[in-house]
Each structure stands twice: as C-alpha cells, then as structure tokens.
C-alpha cells in the first residue's frame, strides 16, 4: 500500500481524475449556484440548466472509455482535457446564459468522458493492484469534487466574480495535459502498447482451435494405425 502511495503514477492518475471527476462532481453540485448567483435564475430554472449540462457527463462516460479503448487513454485524454481547458477560460469570461449553457455542457461532457478514460489506464499500470489503485484514485476525485466548490465559492466571496475560480480550473486542466505530455514523451507509453481488446480473444481463440485440431488428427492417426494393426492380423488367422 506504502509503495503504490508513492509511485508517481498514482499521484499522476489521482491529480488525473480530481480534474476529471472531481471537476464534474464539483460542478454537478454548484452549478444551479452558478447559474442562480451569475444570471438571476430562479431555483427551478437554475436546476434545470444545470440538469441539462450534468446529463451530458453521466451519458457519455462510457463513451469515454470505449474511446480510449480504441485511441489508447493517453491520447484521448489530451484531448479531453485541452477541450475542457478552452471550454471553461471561455466560461470564465462569463458570456451570456445562452452561451455559458452551451459551454458548460461541452464542458461536463468532456469532464464525463475523461472518467473513464482515466480508468482505462489504471489497470494497464497496476495490473495486481488493480482494486487498491482504483480506491486511491476513487478517493482523490471525491477529495477534488469537495474542493472545487469550496474554491468557486470563496474566491467568488473575495473577488465578487466566478471568473478566478473558473479560470484556476482551465489552469488545471492544462497541467494535466502538460503532464501527460510529459509522461508520454518519456517512458510511459504502455497504453499504445497493448494490444486492442479484440485482438487478445482472437488470438486464443485461433490458437484453441488450432490446438483441438491438432489433437484431433493425432487422435485419428493413432485410430487409423490401431485399425490396420487388427485388420492385418485378422488376414492372418
């Protein structure tokens, strides 16, 4: 437990998912907050906007993994994440509701999608520790959804303005990219490694059938020379 507390892949792919998760998590609770304090809606309405944007990251998760299956996570990361960055300095500029509804929703959909992206990796690099490594990545999202609205909250306080918060989120998701560069450039490429999910079953399902058809000509062969055996001693009597 002590030694994967220290791999840096799992303060890389904890950071990875308090941005992805914790991000969606923490917006999923202070969006209709947002929306009420930023644009004067009423609680009905800001519910229903920040329903709207919070469906997008809950319905395109999977697709997010399934992605990364085909892309490898790494890169589908990079590119979730840049999304992400652009879509929220834009939101932090705090356009119209019209425009921070359309922003927010790409935004949540990146941030959905992300989660399993980051889950497709972390089985690849702690392949016996796959359930501890998950609950300490688990965690540090739960940790990141607490602090983001604690953070939108106070600096709105301080400033009279979401436009810090929200551009300390762009902020971090660029060094999430910056990082996955980083670990890319370097010796962390066993994502693109592996072989695509398909190719594992295949394989062994042709070396299967291969195998049977072996044993099973051998079996015929033994039966053909048991029969010639007995018919030969059978012409002799």
């Known amino acids: 437990y002590v030694r994967l507390l220290r791999s ?36 009905i309405d800001a519910g229903v906007f920040a329903t709207f944007c919070i469906v997008a990251g809950s319905f395109f998760r999977p697709l997010g993994g ?12 990079m590119v979730l994440l840049t999304s992400a960055s652009a879509t929220m300095i834009s939101v932090a500029q705090l356009p119209p509701l019209n425009i ?5 929703f790409a935004t949540m959909l990146f941030l959905g999608m992300g989660n399993g992206s980051v889950f497709q990796l972390v089985p690849l690099r702690f392949p016996k520790q796959i359930g501890l490594a998950t ?5 540090a999202g739960g940790l990141g959804g607490f602090l983001l609205p604690l953070t ?20 971090g998701g660029m060094l999430a ?3 996955l560069r980083t670990k ?21 399902l042709k070396a299967g059938v291969y195998a049977s058809g ?14 010639e055996s007995y018919e030969i001693s059978k012409g002799k009597e």
């Open 8 to 43: 840096k892949d799992t303060l890389l792919f904890s950071f990875l998912y308090s941005v992805t998760f914790g991000g969606f998590v923490g917006f999923s609770s202070y969006l209709s907050i947002f929306f009420h304090d930023q644009y004067n809606l009423n609680a």
């Open 100 to 104: 921070a509804v359309v922003l927010l």
């Open 66 to 77: 399934y992605l990364a299956d085909r892309i490898g996570g790494v890169r589908m990361l």
């Open 177 to 179: 990219v910056f990082l």
């Open 135 to 139: 609950g300490v990545v688990g965690a």
């Open 184 to 204: 890319r450039a370097g010796a962390w490429t066993y994502s693109e490694r592996v072989a695509p999910p398909m190719l594992i079953p295949s394989v062994t």
């Open 152 to 171: 939108l909250g106070t600096l709105r306080d301080i400033t009279g303005s979401y436009g810090l918060g929200l551009g300390l989120f762009s902020l």
């Open 214 to 227: 072996k044993a099973i000509r051998q079996r015929y062969q033994k039966w053909s020379r048991s029969s």
